[in-house]
């Protein structure tokens, strides 16, 4: 089997050599320009990983992994246009660099080029591995407005956003893995289990993902810390500290919420204190144990021996071992 480093070296490579020949050479160059700017590739090494589980060579799964990749990427792209972000993994932004228009129309081309690199999958699992991905496109587009929807509410539940952060990331990670195992001839259970245990893990890494941008350190986690309660984005601590608090601290929470100006060191320092006084990191440590052992157990159904899981075993915990 491949190690995870040999996935990431094989999945670098592949992405170097794709091209945009076509004219003009406007338009494809965002999409060279945000490809290059690097990232975790853990979806598409997903994909390999996935495939490798049932067979030594994962040629048939490139393509597919490097459809998603670019997927992944206009997903980023557009994203950042819609938060008017500035920055991408400490580079300017698509629309900072061009403008607006360019990084519409850049974004429909990637996402027209990731359909035309997954129309490259052998034609035994084409139909297969084309509709999952279809289907999981239009699931992330569903995330993303219920993710914007949530920002001018208020009585947003917890299973509300469970399921948008299903939506939003989960699904990739599981159509990732489904993705792969379809490619190496995997059983349908197999198939199934693997998409399952990619649900399970990307729930639980969101949340993490929530907890460390209150708890975390800077230093290891990668970026500030406490801009989702700066923006007052409905995470599950939020939505849960509103639930729980008493009257005294929910008017306090809604009086952050509602300020227009404010000192931000102060507004994250009283949010996390009420966060602190509620429990709310041991609730979401409690909750990503049982996302995390879920997506365990999925693994440990698969049909494959046991040492063939060592590798998304190290990458499960490679997602989860950010230092809070």
Request: proline share 3%.
């Amino acid at each position: 089997m491949y190690a995870f480093n040999d996935i990431l070296q094989k999945i670098e490579q592949e992405i170097a050599q794709l091209q945009f020949p076509h004219p003009p050479k406007s338009l494809y160059d965002p999409i060279e320009y945000i490809l290059s700017l690097g990232g975790k590739r853990i979806r598409p090494a997903l994909v390999l990983m996935a495939c490798n589980l049932y067979k030594e060579d994962v040629e048939d799964a490139v393509k597919p992994a490097l459809g998603l990749e670019v997927f992944h990427n206009f997903t980023l792209l557009h994203d950042d246009l819609m938060d008017e972000a500035d920055m991408r993994r400490n580079k300017p932004t698509v629309h900072k660099v061009w403008n607006a228009n360019t990084s519409i129309l850049s974004g429909d081309a990637m996402l027209i080029a990731a359909y035309q690199l997954i129309g490259e999958t052998k034609s035994e699992s084409l139909k297969e591995i084309l509709n999952l991905f279809t289907v999981t496109a239009l699931e992330i587009c569903g995330g993303q407005q219920y993710d914007m929807e949530f920002e001018s509410r208020t009585d947003v539940t917890e299973e509300e956003y469970i399921e948008m952060i299903r939506l939003k990331t989960a699904v990739l990670i599981a159509c990732a893995l489904k993705m792969g195992a379809i490619a190496g001839n995997a059983s349908k259970a197999d198939a199934e289990a693997l998409y399952q245990y990619g649900i399970n893990i990307g729930l639980a890494f969101q949340l993490q993902d929530d907890l460390l941008d209150v708890y975390g350190d800077t230093a290891t986690f990668g970026k500030n810390i406490g801009g989702d309660i700066l923006c007052n984005k409905k995470t599950f601590m939020l939505i849960n500290a509103l639930r729980r608090a008493s009257d005294a601290q929910k008017a306090e929470l809604e009086n952050w919420i509602s300020k227009k100006t404010f000192d931000p060191a102060e507004k994250i320092a009283a949010v996390t204190d009420i966060y602190s006084q509620l429990h709310l990191k041991e609730l979401s440590e409690d909750k990503i144990h049982i996302y995390y052992e879920q997506a365990m157990k999925c693994l440990a159904s698969l049909s494959v021996a046991p040492e063939r899981l060592n590798i998304l075993k190290e990458i499960s915990a490679r997602l989860m071992n950010r230092q809070s």
